[in-house]
């Protein structure tokens, strides 16, 4: 078993540290927060005063923050107690630009890095379901895989280093705009006088299918487990989703992609962020759509 230090135990980090303490692991985690290192102590995580005095003697140092900038910060503070060998893993969702970053830091320093953001939700945290989207060196990756397996159950490697935020990334650029698609669908249906029950059953099964509609349909009634049917309470915030459309956009911008409708969508979470709406679920979304035909 090894022994492993987790920077950052939030909504996402805490419950991964606890299920890797379940695996058998020795996890030491460290939190600027005093009620998530509460939290984590209660799931068996060893807390330490800092980061640095985590990482000292870890095997493998995972950390799961909210942007780039604490990922570096974290990352370049920490580098110069990591035991040499040891394994340097990010789960966090960041820019491409960023995850390169600390993965040159590592190679530096002569350890294995991989960058591994998640899908799967607070949700998939604590019953360890989630998806992993690894990128890195293939030794990394196998390095990092048992690690990953106690906290997911679905392991891709998707490429060299920052590959993994740039699957990240894309998929979530495609459910913005899919679930601003499927909201204004319904709202059109509405104004239509098709029921929500018939456009569902026809596009469910018809070439309209996508996971926004038959895993997380954003009107009430269809799919038990949607939001929808508890006040849009999340689930995936909507300021989150307004984070990875902005990575998304910024990626587009730097590399001269074209994603004319991966803009419109960051435009209208953007929109609805501001409105208050940003720890309303993302499928919240189709409210918005719907006061807009109303104005
Ligand atoms: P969170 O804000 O609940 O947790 C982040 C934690 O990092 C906080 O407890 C904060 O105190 C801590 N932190 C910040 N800087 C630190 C530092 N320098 N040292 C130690 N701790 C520090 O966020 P979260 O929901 O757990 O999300 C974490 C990451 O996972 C984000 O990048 C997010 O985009 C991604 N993500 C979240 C979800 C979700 O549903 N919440 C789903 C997929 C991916």
Same mark, same amino acid.
């Given at each position: 078993m090894?022994?492993?230090?987790?920077?950052g135990l939030g909504n996402m980090g805490e419950p991964m540290a606890a299920n890797l303490v379940k695996a058998g692991h020795r996890v030491v985690g460290f939190? #600027?927060?005093?009620?998530? @290192?509460d939290a984590a102590k209660t799931n068996g995580v060893t807390i330490a005063g800092s980061a640095r005095a985590a990482v000292t003697n870890a095997d493998v140092i995972i950390t799961m923050l909210?942007? %780039? @900038?604490h990922v570096v910060s974290v990352w370049t503070?920490?580098?110069?107690v990591v035991t040499r060998g040891a394994l340097m893993i990010d789960c966090s969702t960041i820019d491409v630009e960023s995850a390169r970053r600390v993965h040159m830091l590592a190679a530096r320093a002569s350890l294995h890095s991989v960058d591994a953001p998640v899908s799967g939700g607070v949700a998939g945290a604590r019953d360890a379901t989630l998806t992993f989207m690894a990128g890195g060196e293939v030794e990394s990756f196998e390095a990092a895989k048992p690690f990953l397996e106690a906290m997911g159950k679905k392991i891709i490697h998707c490429g060299r280093d920052g590959a993994g935020q740039a699957a990240k990334i894309c998929n979530n650029m495609i459910l913005g705009v899919s679930m601003i698609a499927v909201g204004e669908a319904f709202v059109l249906a509405e104004k #239509? %006088? #098709?029921s929500r029950q018939a456009l569902f059953d026809v596009a469910s099964t018809a070439s309209g299918q996508c996971w926004s509609l038959t895993s997380y349909c954003p009107v009430p009634g269809l799919?038990?487990?949607?939001?929808?049917?508890n006040d849009y309470k999340p689930g995936f915030a909507s300021a989150m989703m307004l984070k990875d459309l902005t990575l998304a956009q910024e990626a587009a911008k730097s590399t001269g992609a074209v994603t004319p409708l991966g803009q419109h969508a960051q435009d209208i979470y953007k929109a609805f962020d501001a409105a208050g709406n940003g720890g309303v679920d993302f499928s919240g979304i189709i409210r918005h759509i719907r006061a807009l035909a109303e104005n």
């Open positions: 090894a022994a492993i230090a987790f920077i939190d #600027l927060v005093s009620e998530s @290192r909210p942007i %780039g @900038r503070d920490v580098m110069p #239509l %006088g #098709l799919v038990p487990t949607s939001p929808a049917n």
